[in-house]
């Protein structure tokens, strides 16, 4: 089996986890002022389901950093969720990013809207390193963006470039794989 398919040690506590994060998201879909309060959670699930390589899970005297890169549409739900939660047994934090230098102290990146004129600049920086890059933007999933959140109706599902992971060194469950909609990674030279 593939390593990015690699079952988990706790299956049905996760399964169980993700369909709640389901109820909640089309409990909460249609209301547009918690759209980004959703994806906050939703940044903190992914960590979860995700398998980071053991130098970088190892130390747990460094916090575990989600980078906010261009305009922040959280408010202040990142802070809120990011700081009560331990994410591969560290502490989490939230930096708002002011330059591509700071991508290299993240262990997660949200890119926003704002970003896209960068994005292949961004994808570059971040390709072949433990960096778990989430988006909510049309069409960045295709482009090598890790996992892209998009509208289903009133539900925010999200779709998965297994490949661009799998290049990062990154290992997903096969339970957050079952309910994304997977995407083709870009070509080459694309």
């Not at 739900?77 to 990013?97: A, M, P, Q, T």
């Not at 700071?102 to 997660?108: A, I, M, T």
């Not at 290049?167 to 990674?185: E, M």
């Amino acid at each position: 089996m593939p390593k990015t398919l690699q079952k988990s040690r706790y299956p049905i506590f996760n399964w169980l986890v993700i369909m709640a994060l389901v109820v909640i998201m089309e409990g909460r879909g249609a209301a547009q002022t918690k759209e980004y309060a959703v994806k906050a959670a939703f940044l903190e699930k992914f960590t979860r389901f995700i398998q980071w390589p053991e130098n970088v899970s190892a130390d747990s005297s460094q916090p575990f950093i989600l980078g906010v890169l261009g305009e922040n549409p959280f408010g202040s739900d990142l802070e809120h969720i990011f700081s009560r939660h331990k994410i591969i047994n560290k502490s989490g934090r939230v930096r708002y990013l002011r330059s591509l230098e700071e991508l290299d102290d993240c262990q997660l990146v949200f890119i926003s809207r704002s970003m896209a004129n960068s994005l292949d600049q961004i994808l570059e920086l971040t390709r072949d390193h433990p960096i778990l890059t989430v988006a909510d933007t049309k069409g960045f999933a295709e482009k090598g963006v890790h996992i892209n959140l998009y509208h289903s109706g009133n539900t925010i599902r999200f779709e998965v470039n297994v490949e661009a992971l799998r290049r990062s060194g990154l290992q997903v469950s096969y339970l957050l794989l079952n309910l994304a909609r997977i995407v083709p990674a870009p070509e080459e030279g694309e």
